[in-house]
Nanobody, 123 residues
Framework: QVQLIESGGGLVQAGGSLGLSCAAS????????MAWFRQAPGKEREFVAAVRWNTGSAYYADSVKGRFTISRDGAKSTVSLQMNSLKPEDTAVYYC????????????????WGQGTQVTVSS
């Protein structure tokens, strides 16, 4: 089993920045793909960003490209999401997720999930 614990959510004004962190433990693997998804009230969960654990290759949703940066720290087994130039439409519960092998932006392909952390961007 793999456990994922998110931290770092909160309230920020539009245009501000916020960082999220996801600590992974258990049977992790260097072949993992780690991702962030988000779900706003009344909306479906959507892909935000992903990173390959072994190569550091990153992937982004068009809506966050150029504003968000995903990174991983192998020594600490953490994945971070730095969010800049935040907009009210970024308000959502953000989830960390992990899967083995190939990259995907499809949430149901991910095997492990964190409990989520709330991000609220005020206008």
């Amino acid at each position: 089993q793999v456990q994922l614990i998110e931290s770092g959510g909160g309230l920020v004004q539009a245009g501000g920045s916020l960082g999220l962190s996801c600590a992974a433990s258990g049977r992790t693997s260097s072949r993992f793909v780690m991702a962030w998804f988000r779900q706003a009230p009344g909306k479906e969960r959507e892909f935000v960003a992903a990173v390959r654990w072994n190569t550091g290759s990153a992937y982004y949703a068009d809506s966050v490209k150029g504003r968000f940066t995903i990174s991983r720290d192998g020594a600490k087994s953490t994945v971070s999401l730095q969010m800049n130039s935040l907009k009210p439409e970024d308000t959502a519960v953000y989830y960390c997720a992990a899967k083995r092998s190939y990259y995907s932006n499809y949430d149901e392909s991910y095997d492990y999930w964190g409990q989520g952390t709330q991000v609220t961007v005020s206008s």
